[in-house]
């Protein structure tokens, strides 16, 4: 076993009060931040370690803190930071389906603040056996540690996190704000109404910044499900039935009102939300039980412990060093219970019957378990960025549909599909917090921290995310628009993980899913499973994780390319700091700028989108920032570029520095 940071014998203050309101605080920027950013890109990555240089840096001000104590603001801080992630991939589905009107407060406080409880609930008797006696690598995990042990030269690097931050800041602003520029490269043709070509950038330095992160594997991947979509899926499907067949069948799903309407520019777009990212779907779920299967064995285990912890109740704190003292299973068995209510009357609220409610609750305790111990066992194998919460998540509201379909018959599309989603929504949440809090956990076992102190901080930053997140969300509702583009709201954030859950959940009610798309997307994933196993017995470098893949197969194009050059800039700084003096220093200079980049850019949507609430409110024009009528996307490709150039030259600079 590994002997930690500070010894158990040891005893340091770590619950503070300073700790807990700077924890408390941190979790609501970053989840306010993350809630934006997922709306907008599809996907998070972690907070953990920007999480943990901003508390050193902060903590420093005072004379007595210390390490564990840094700890447990960047568990806080990151609990809510997760949670944003496990609402927006599924409750913004409610409001675009036309269920509600704007996200209800108390509702979405409620199930965001169950779900997260509940994911660290059910990790705690996982904590011993994935961390402890498997002990998987937690590759964030491990790095927040050595993060929070360079001390001082941590709480310093946090300029690297602010000049991020300005940049994507600053760059929102002109873009979003001003118009200065347009914030999309797009380029698309049509030869001979068969032969289709599309090509799109998204100018933002955030994106960049996400591919930066993951690396080019993951990237490339990303990328990889784009061009299985765009360039190979949706040319053969527009060249083998012809242009004026497919402009009409989008006529007739509603996206256009004649087939003179479609063009060129707009034919993928449409095609893309009417069919072809349900290629996304297929891989998902396919992806989603192969992580299953892969896990059985190992699952298995951690699921027995996690069982067996329930059942003897655990061993008495005092019985226990205190590196090793976890929540009494007393405790999170009461938890439990108490928790189960409030999530029961939600589903009660929606559904109006009494039996599907309880179905519906018994549903989301086994799933929650079930995936809050996948989601905790993957960020073990991969991290929490990498980690399959869509696959499982989709999973679960497929799963759902069919079975409420079969309790409440057809004529119950939208209260059906809602119920599918808000079982959906509890097992994201928890599944979200359950990857990132075990992140922590080994965060906290390298370092020495006390766990069941962990995970008290852990709900106190998962009730700061959901007192935050409904807000933030309304006001981006209102700002911004969520889901597909409308005359008020133009360029509205997208919400593709959550406007997928919807398809999936109407779909099933409604029998309008494209299931032969649905069927191919199922074999690609089965292709690249096949694929990775081949890299796997070749014990190849590079590997090719199924839902990376299934992930870019649904996101529109733009994002993928744009995550892919984070990856090409990730890859080209590896090869151009090898061997120099500080590699190390310089990783995490480019890891802090690329977090400001995304932490900016979203803090300064979420701001653009509250002016344009507070303009509306007081009945002046929203565009009236607007310096430009019509802009090009010239001007911010060449500042787009310019970004990267300086992240690339700073994070060379300081590996050549000496100590």
């Known amino acids: ?45 972690s907070a953990s370690i920007p999480a943990a240089v901003i508390s050193m ?40 389906m036309g269920y509600w009107e704007e996200f209800n407060y108390f509702e979405t406080m409620a199930i965001a603040l169950c779900g997260g409880v509940l994911g660290i609930l059910f990790t705690i008797p996982l904590r011993k056996a994935l961390i402890v006696e498997e002990n998987l690598k937690f590759p964030e995990g491990v790095a927040t540690a050595e993060v929070l042990k360079t001390g001082e030269e941590g709480g310093k690097s946090v300029k690297y996190l602010v000049w991020g931050s300005l940049l994507g800041g600053l760059f929102k602003l002109a873009d979003s704000t001003f118009n200065l520029w347009s914030g999309l490269f797009e380029k698309a043709t049509l030869v001979g109404q068969k032969f289709y070509g599309y090509f799109s950038l998204n100018l933002s330095p955030a994106l960049v ?95 027995k412990a996690g069982l067996q912890a329930f059942k003897s109740g655990g061993t008495s704190m005092r019985d226990q060093i205190r590196t090793e003292m976890d929540t009494p299973m007393s405790w999170v068995l009461i938890g439990i219970g108490v928790l189960v209510v409030p999530i029961f009357m939600i589903y009660l609220s929606a559904i109006s019957d009494v039996t599907v409610s309880i179905t519906m609750t018994l549903i989301m305790v086994v799933a929650g378990f079930l995936f809050a111990a996948v989601a905790g066992y993957m960020a073990g194998l991969v991290g929490s960025s990498n980690n399959p919460i869509s696959g499982v998540t989709i999973a679960t509201i497929l799963f759902a549909s069919i079975l409420l379909l079969t309790l409440m018959g057809t004529g119950n599309e939208l209260s059906g599909a809602a119920g599918a989603i808000l079982i959906g929504a ?10 990132d809090n075990m992140q922590d956990l080994k965060a906290g076992h390298v370092l020495g921290a006390t766990p069941y102190k962990q995970q008290i901080m852990q709900v106190v930053g998962v009730v700061a995310g959901a007192l935050v997140i409904p807000l933030v969300l309304n006001i981006l509702l209102i700002g911004n628009g969520i889901g597909a583009p409308t005359p008020e709201h133009p360029e509205s954030l997208a919400a593709p993980q959550a406007t997928l859950m919807m398809s999936v959940a109407q779909g099933i009610f409604s029998g309008g899913l494209p299931w032969n798309i649905i069927y191919v997307g199922a074999g690609i994933a089965v292709a690249i499973i096949l694929i990775d196993q081949y890299l796997k017995s070749k014990e190849s470098n590079f590997r090719m994780p199924v839902l990376a893949v299934a992930v870019g197969l649904y996101l529109p194009f733009e994002l993928d390319s744009s995550i892919f050059v984070g990856g090409v800039l990730a890859y080209f700084l590896t090869k151009a700091t090898k061997g120099n003096k500080n590699v190390e220093r310089g990783n995490n200079a480019g890891l802090l700028l690329a977090s400001g980049l995304i932490t900016g850019e979203a803090l300064m949507g979420i701001l653009g989108a509250g002016l344009t609430v507070g303009i509306m409110k007081s009945g002046g024009d929203p565009n009236s920032m607007r310096i430009l009528e019509e802009s090009s996307s010239w001007p911010g490709l060449i500042i787009f570029a310019a970004i990267i150039f300086f992240i690339y030259r700073s994070v060379v600079k300081v590996s050549k520095e000496k100590d």
């Open 57 to 96: 840096a902060l903590l420093k001000v005072f004379k007595n803190s210390n390490i564990l104590e840094n700890n447990l603001v960047q568990t806080a801080a990151s609990a809510g930071e997760s949670l944003a992630a496990g609402v927006i991939f599924t409750i913004p589905a409610l409001v675009i």
């Open 1 to 45: 076993m590994e002997k930690p940071y500070i010894d158990s014998n040891t005893s340091l203050p770590e619950i503070t009060v300073k700790a807990v309101l700077l924890g408390a605080v941190l979790s609501m920027v970053l989840s306010a931040a993350n809630a934006y950013f997922g709306l907008f890109a599809g996907l998070t990555v």
């Open 209 to 303: 910044a996400v591919g930066y992160i993951v690396g080019l594997n993951i990237a490339f991947l990303v990328f990889l499900g784009g061009v299985i979509t765009w360039w190979i899926g949706m040319p053969i499907y527009i060249g083998t039935n012809g242009f004026e067949s497919v402009a009409a069948e989008l006529v007739e799903l509603g996206k256009f009102t004649s087939v003179s309407d479609v063009n060129a520019d707009n034919i993928g777009g449409a095609l893309w939300s009417a069919k072809m990212r349900y290629l996304g779907v297929g891989a998902m779920v396919v992806g989603g039980l192969w992580a299953l299967m892969s896990l059985a064995n190992s699952l298995g285990t951690a699921f």
């Open 426 to 435: 509890v097992v994201c949440c928890a599944a979200a917090i359950a990857g």
